[in-house]
């Protein structure tokens, strides 16, 4: 019997308390059950998600680092750091998770240490900050909104680079390159734009 579980609402047309097997195979619409499943491990830790964005502009002169990954193209992304605005918004999506703040006040442009800064240094604090708090990385899915280059070609590059980043295998990282569709400051190819999802779990779960 110790492998019986009591649950209520299982049989909808007797309020009794009534011993099932397995009451995971059932679905109540009704109270929640009052026995766990078994097989399923619960933590009080909460799984947290978290967003982010970024856009820099395209200028001459620079560069185009994109996701980590360096792109043959005439123009590149302005700004303080190496301008990877994929990075960033990577970043701004694990800090979100864990309302650890944004990348500005982490690591601001008023700073020279970042100047010209590699944009992975700031994933690494994050994921840091992740770590120390018991989290790891479930997944992540990145949006790159960018008319030109074309970024095909480069997407697995870019797929790995973020994985090996956030320590987890090129499966638990999407990467979608769009274009505007000649909309806005991305459809006249004076930037790029980037979004990121981040799920974090507690770590070894
Ligand atoms: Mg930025």
């Known amino acids: 019997m110790e492998q019986l579980h009591a649950t209520r609402a299982l049989n909808r047309f007797d309020s009794r308390p009534t011993l099932v097997e397995?009451?995971?195979e059932f679905a109540p619409p009704g109270p929640p059950v009052l026995a766990r499943p078994r097989g399923l491990h619960y933590s009080d830790r909460m799984t947290r998600i978290g967003f982010g964005y970024d856009s820099h502009r395209l200028v001459e002169g620079r560069d185009l680092i994109i996701g980590g990954v360096r792109i043959e193209h005439e123009l590149g992304l302005s700004g303080h750091?190496?301008?990877d605005a994929v990075l960033h918004a990577v970043t701004d999506a694990l800090l979100g998770a864990l309302a650890a703040g944004d990348i500005g006040q982490l690591f601001p442009d008023t700073d020279d240490r970042w100047k010209d800064a590699d944009s992975s240094v700031f994933v690494a604090k994050a994921m840091g900050i992740a770590t120390e708090?018991?989290?790891s990385v479930a997944n992540c899915d990145v949006v790159i909104i960018a008319e030109s280059p074309r970024l095909g070609p480069h997407r697995e590059a870019i797929q790995r680079r973020i994985a090996d980043l956030l320590?987890?295998?090129p499966g638990r990282v999407g990467v979608k390159a769009k274009s505007n569709e000649r909309m806005g400051f991305v459809g006249r190819g004076e930037g790029?734009?980037?979004m990121a999802a981040v799920l974090l779990t507690?770590?070894?779960e």
Do not use: M, R
């Open 202 to 204: 507690a770590a070894g």
């Open 192 to 194: 790029i734009a980037a």
């Open 133 to 135: 708090a018991g989290y």
């Open 81 to 83: 750091s190496d301008g």
């Open 167 to 169: 320590g987890v295998e």
């Open 22 to 24: 397995n009451p995971s």
